[in-house]
Protein backbone atom coordinates (compact mmCIF):
# COMPACT_ATOMS: atom_id res chain seq x y z
CA UNK A 1 0.00 0.00 0.00
CA UNK A 2 0.77 3.59 -0.80
CA UNK A 3 3.60 5.49 2.20
CA UNK A 4 3.36 8.94 0.42
CA UNK A 5 -0.06 10.85 1.24
CA UNK A 6 1.22 13.45 -1.28
CA UNK A 7 1.47 10.64 -3.88
CA UNK A 8 -2.03 9.44 -3.32
CA UNK A 9 -3.28 12.63 -3.80
CA UNK A 10 -1.51 13.56 -6.84
CA UNK A 11 -2.48 10.09 -8.69
CA UNK A 12 -6.20 10.62 -7.37
CA UNK A 13 -5.86 14.38 -8.58
CA UNK A 14 -4.71 13.67 -12.01
CA UNK A 15 -7.22 10.56 -12.16
CA UNK A 16 -9.89 12.77 -11.31
CA UNK A 17 -9.01 15.57 -14.18
CA UNK A 18 -9.28 12.61 -16.64
CA UNK A 19 -12.43 12.79 -16.49
CA UNK A 20 -13.46 15.97 -15.29
CA UNK A 21 -12.21 18.69 -17.64
CA UNK A 22 -14.17 21.93 -15.80
CA UNK A 23 -11.71 20.77 -12.77
CA UNK A 24 -8.75 22.34 -14.17
CA UNK A 25 -10.43 25.38 -15.09
CA UNK A 26 -12.13 26.21 -11.62
CA UNK A 27 -8.52 24.68 -10.10
CA UNK A 28 -6.81 27.74 -12.53
CA UNK A 29 -9.87 30.65 -11.85
CA UNK A 30 -9.14 30.34 -8.17
CA UNK A 31 -5.93 29.73 -8.10
CA UNK A 32 -4.99 32.35 -10.51
CA UNK A 33 -5.86 35.08 -7.25
CA UNK A 34 -3.09 34.04 -5.59
CA UNK A 35 0.87 33.09 -5.10
CA UNK A 36 -0.11 29.81 -3.01
CA UNK A 37 -1.62 26.69 -4.22
CA UNK A 38 -5.03 26.18 -3.62
CA UNK A 39 -5.63 23.42 -0.57
CA UNK A 40 -7.96 20.94 -0.66
CA UNK A 41 -10.45 20.80 2.64
CA UNK A 42 -11.71 17.23 1.46
CA UNK A 43 -12.23 14.52 -1.11
CA UNK A 44 -14.56 12.04 -1.42
CA UNK A 45 -14.83 8.19 -2.48
CA UNK A 46 -17.83 6.45 -3.13
CA UNK A 47 -18.56 2.32 -2.80
CA UNK A 48 -20.70 -0.61 -2.42
CA UNK A 49 -21.49 -1.70 1.50
CA UNK A 50 -20.59 -5.54 0.16
CA UNK A 51 -17.53 -6.84 2.69
CA UNK A 52 -14.96 -7.26 -0.64
CA UNK A 53 -15.19 -3.52 -1.29
CA UNK A 54 -16.63 -2.24 1.85
CA UNK A 55 -16.07 1.45 3.27
CA UNK A 56 -13.27 -0.11 5.39
CA UNK A 57 -11.51 -1.63 2.18
CA UNK A 58 -11.24 1.88 1.04
CA UNK A 59 -10.37 2.96 4.42
CA UNK A 60 -6.99 1.05 4.76
CA UNK A 61 -5.53 2.81 2.00
CA UNK A 62 -6.07 5.73 4.18
CA UNK A 63 -5.45 4.41 7.45
CA UNK A 64 -1.50 3.90 6.37
CA UNK A 65 -1.08 6.91 4.77
CA UNK A 66 -1.82 8.39 8.31
CA UNK A 67 -5.36 9.01 8.29
CA UNK A 68 -7.76 8.55 11.21
CA UNK A 69 -11.27 7.67 11.49
CA UNK A 70 -13.46 10.80 12.96
CA UNK A 71 -17.19 11.04 12.15
CA UNK A 72 -20.01 8.48 11.28
CA UNK A 73 -22.92 9.71 8.50
CA UNK A 74 -26.27 8.23 8.26
CA UNK A 75 -28.33 9.01 4.84
CA UNK A 76 -31.84 7.26 5.25
CA UNK A 77 -33.90 8.64 2.15
CA UNK A 78 -30.73 7.83 -0.11
CA UNK A 79 -29.94 4.47 1.58
CA UNK A 80 -25.86 5.45 2.72
CA UNK A 81 -23.85 5.31 5.51
CA UNK A 82 -20.65 7.71 5.11
CA UNK A 83 -17.09 8.14 7.55
CA UNK A 84 -14.76 10.54 7.38
CA UNK A 85 -11.04 10.67 7.91
CA UNK A 86 -8.61 13.06 8.92
CA UNK A 87 -5.06 13.21 8.72
CA UNK A 88 -2.71 15.01 11.47
CA UNK A 89 -1.25 17.33 9.29
CA UNK A 90 -4.67 19.31 9.12
CA UNK A 91 -3.38 20.90 5.37
CA UNK A 92 -4.09 17.03 4.26
CA UNK A 93 -6.96 16.98 2.63
CA UNK A 94 -9.90 15.52 5.04
CA UNK A 95 -11.54 11.83 3.39
CA UNK A 96 -15.35 11.47 2.73
CA UNK A 97 -16.08 7.70 2.23
CA UNK A 98 -19.22 6.69 1.73
CA UNK A 99 -20.80 3.59 0.92
CA UNK A 100 -24.36 1.92 -0.87
CA UNK A 101 -26.98 -0.34 1.66
CA UNK A 102 -26.98 -2.67 -1.32
CA UNK A 103 -29.62 -5.04 0.84
CA UNK A 104 -32.07 -1.92 1.05
CA UNK A 105 -32.98 -2.46 -2.25
CA UNK A 106 -34.46 -4.25 -4.40
CA UNK A 107 -33.28 -8.21 -5.76
CA UNK A 108 -32.89 -6.86 -9.24
CA UNK A 109 -30.23 -4.04 -8.00
CA UNK A 110 -28.45 -6.77 -5.72
CA UNK A 111 -27.75 -9.00 -8.42
CA UNK A 112 -25.98 -6.18 -10.61
CA UNK A 113 -24.28 -5.04 -7.94
CA UNK A 114 -22.95 -8.68 -6.73
CA UNK A 115 -21.94 -9.23 -10.08
CA UNK A 116 -19.97 -6.14 -10.52
CA UNK A 117 -18.29 -6.56 -7.28
CA UNK A 118 -17.67 -10.49 -7.99
CA UNK A 119 -15.32 -9.58 -11.25
CA UNK A 120 -12.97 -7.61 -9.22
CA UNK A 121 -9.62 -9.51 -8.52
CA UNK A 122 -9.11 -9.59 -5.03
CA UNK A 123 -5.35 -7.84 -5.20
CA UNK A 124 -6.94 -4.77 -7.11
CA UNK A 125 -8.34 -4.00 -3.65
CA UNK A 126 -5.52 -3.86 -1.70
CA UNK A 127 -3.04 -2.71 -4.60
CA UNK A 128 -1.77 0.64 -4.38
CA UNK A 129 -4.37 2.69 -6.78
CA UNK A 130 -6.97 0.89 -6.09
CA UNK A 131 -8.33 4.21 -4.35
CA UNK A 132 -8.02 5.59 -8.77
CA UNK A 133 -8.23 2.41 -10.12
CA UNK A 134 -12.03 2.97 -11.83
CA UNK A 135 -13.77 0.15 -12.83
CA UNK A 136 -13.30 -3.54 -12.58
CA UNK A 137 -15.84 -5.02 -14.17
CA UNK A 138 -18.06 -4.87 -17.31
CA UNK A 139 -21.35 -2.86 -17.62
CA UNK A 140 -24.04 -2.17 -20.64
CA UNK A 141 -26.15 0.80 -20.86
CA UNK A 142 -28.89 -0.70 -20.23
CA UNK A 143 -28.21 -2.06 -17.38
CA UNK A 144 -26.89 1.16 -16.00
CA UNK A 145 -30.39 2.95 -17.41
CA UNK A 146 -31.84 0.61 -14.94
CA UNK A 147 -29.46 1.42 -11.91
CA UNK A 148 -30.37 4.93 -12.48
CA UNK A 149 -34.01 4.68 -11.79
CA UNK A 150 -33.37 3.12 -8.16
CA UNK A 151 -30.03 4.97 -6.90
CA UNK A 152 -28.30 7.81 -9.00
CA UNK A 153 -25.74 6.52 -6.70
CA UNK A 154 -25.58 2.96 -7.63
CA UNK A 155 -25.19 3.86 -11.53
CA UNK A 156 -22.93 6.30 -10.43
CA UNK A 157 -20.53 3.99 -8.67
CA UNK A 158 -21.13 1.10 -11.46
CA UNK A 159 -20.08 3.60 -14.31
CA UNK A 160 -16.80 4.94 -12.65
CA UNK A 161 -15.54 2.52 -10.43
CA UNK A 162 -13.12 3.83 -7.49
CA UNK A 163 -12.05 7.42 -8.50
CA UNK A 164 -11.99 10.80 -6.12
CA UNK A 165 -15.87 12.00 -6.88
CA UNK A 166 -15.15 15.70 -5.98
CA UNK A 167 -12.01 17.67 -5.23
CA UNK A 168 -13.20 20.94 -2.57
CA UNK A 169 -11.76 24.31 -2.49
CA UNK A 170 -10.54 25.21 1.12
CA UNK A 171 -11.94 28.82 1.28
CA UNK A 172 -10.55 29.19 4.13
CA UNK A 173 -7.00 29.20 2.76
CA UNK A 174 -8.02 31.26 -0.56
CA UNK A 175 -6.32 34.13 -0.05
CA UNK A 176 -8.81 37.08 -1.52
CA UNK A 177 -12.01 35.62 -0.99
CA UNK A 178 -13.64 35.93 2.17
CA UNK A 179 -17.16 34.60 1.71
CA UNK A 180 -18.88 31.58 0.03
CA UNK A 181 -21.36 33.82 -1.77
CA UNK A 182 -18.33 35.83 -3.39
CA UNK A 183 -16.19 32.57 -4.89
CA UNK A 184 -19.59 31.30 -5.83
CA UNK A 185 -20.31 35.05 -8.11
CA UNK A 186 -16.72 34.31 -9.36
CA UNK A 187 -17.47 30.71 -10.66
CA UNK A 188 -21.15 31.58 -12.45
CA UNK A 189 -19.18 34.59 -13.72
CA UNK A 190 -16.97 32.41 -15.40
CA UNK A 191 -20.00 30.21 -16.53
CA UNK A 192 -19.93 27.25 -14.15
CA UNK A 193 -23.20 25.73 -13.64
CA UNK A 194 -23.88 25.42 -10.13
CA UNK A 195 -25.59 22.64 -7.54
CA UNK A 196 -28.78 24.78 -6.96
CA UNK A 197 -30.60 22.12 -4.73
CA UNK A 198 -31.65 23.55 -1.69
CA UNK A 199 -30.06 26.53 -2.52
CA UNK A 200 -26.40 27.39 -3.95
CA UNK A 201 -24.95 27.29 -0.31
CA UNK A 202 -25.38 24.41 1.43
CA UNK A 203 -25.37 24.67 5.62
CA UNK A 204 -24.46 27.87 7.05
CA UNK A 205 -22.27 29.59 10.02
CA UNK A 206 -24.72 28.00 12.94
CA UNK A 207 -23.85 24.79 11.71
CA UNK A 208 -20.42 25.61 11.18
CA UNK A 209 -19.90 24.71 7.78
CA UNK A 210 -20.96 26.08 4.32
CA UNK A 211 -20.64 24.24 1.32
CA UNK A 212 -21.49 24.66 -2.69
CA UNK A 213 -20.80 22.71 -6.00
CA UNK A 214 -20.36 22.72 -9.45
CA UNK A 215 -22.79 20.05 -11.36
CA UNK A 216 -20.89 17.54 -12.79
CA UNK A 217 -19.07 17.44 -15.99
CA UNK A 218 -20.88 15.33 -18.46
CA UNK A 219 -17.76 12.77 -19.66
CA UNK A 220 -17.14 9.85 -22.18
CA UNK A 221 -18.04 6.17 -20.48
CA UNK A 222 -17.25 2.94 -22.55
CA UNK A 223 -19.99 0.42 -22.04
CA UNK A 224 -19.68 -3.07 -23.07
CA UNK A 225 -22.22 -2.42 -26.10
CA UNK A 226 -21.72 1.46 -26.61
CA UNK A 227 -19.93 4.87 -25.73
CA UNK A 228 -21.89 7.28 -23.81
CA UNK A 229 -21.45 10.70 -21.58
CA UNK A 230 -22.49 10.41 -18.64
CA UNK A 231 -22.25 12.66 -15.41
CA UNK A 232 -19.08 12.24 -13.95
CA UNK A 233 -17.07 14.42 -10.89
CA UNK A 234 -17.23 17.78 -9.86
CA UNK A 235 -15.77 20.45 -7.76
CA UNK A 236 -17.09 21.56 -4.12
CA UNK A 237 -15.72 24.68 -2.09
CA UNK A 238 -16.27 24.82 1.84
CA UNK A 239 -16.02 27.03 4.35
CA UNK A 240 -15.44 26.15 7.85
CA UNK A 241 -16.24 28.21 11.19
CA UNK A 242 -14.57 27.96 14.91
CA UNK A 243 -16.48 25.89 17.40
CA UNK A 244 -17.02 28.04 20.53
CA UNK A 245 -13.52 26.37 21.85
CA UNK A 246 -11.78 28.36 19.25
CA UNK A 247 -10.56 25.49 17.26
CA UNK A 248 -12.01 25.27 13.74
CA UNK A 249 -14.77 22.41 12.90
CA UNK A 250 -13.82 19.56 11.53
CA UNK A 251 -16.18 17.32 10.58
CA UNK A 252 -19.29 17.20 8.34
CA UNK A 253 -23.04 18.07 8.03
CA UNK A 254 -25.52 15.51 7.05
CA UNK A 255 -28.06 17.58 5.94
CA UNK A 256 -25.81 19.36 3.56
CA UNK A 257 -23.97 16.34 2.46
CA UNK A 258 -27.29 14.97 1.25
CA UNK A 259 -27.58 17.68 -1.29
CA UNK A 260 -23.73 17.91 -2.16
CA UNK A 261 -24.57 13.62 -3.43
CA UNK A 262 -26.84 15.46 -6.09
CA UNK A 263 -23.82 17.38 -7.93
CA UNK A 264 -23.96 14.22 -9.72
CA UNK A 265 -27.47 14.19 -10.98
CA UNK A 266 -28.09 14.63 -14.98
CA UNK A 267 -28.40 18.67 -16.05
C1 LIG B 1 -20.23 12.92 -1.15
C2 LIG B 1 -21.23 13.98 -0.77
C3 LIG B 1 -20.96 14.58 0.61
C4 LIG B 1 -19.81 16.68 1.54
O1 LIG B 1 -18.87 17.47 1.44
O2 LIG B 1 -20.74 16.86 2.34
C5 LIG B 1 -19.82 15.51 0.63
C6 LIG B 1 -20.40 12.37 -2.54
O3 LIG B 1 -21.03 13.03 -3.38
O4 LIG B 1 -19.89 11.27 -2.78
O5 LIG B 1 -18.86 15.40 -0.07
NI1 LIG C 1 -17.73 17.05 -0.27
Request: charged residues 25%; contains cysteine; proline residues 2%.
Amino acid sequence: MHNNVDVLFDNLWQNYLSVTPSAKKVHELLGSTQNDDVINDHIALRTFNIEKVGLEKLAAHLKAVGYTECGEYHFEAKKLFAKHFEHSDPTKPKVFISELLVEKFSEELQKVITDLVDQIDEEAITADNFLYSGTHWSLDSQTYKKLLEESEYAAWTAAWGYRANHFTVSINYLENFDSIEVVNQKLKDADFALNATGGEIKGSPEVLLEQSSTLADNFNVKFSDCEMAIPSCFYEFALRYNKPDGEIYTGFVAASADKIFESTNAR
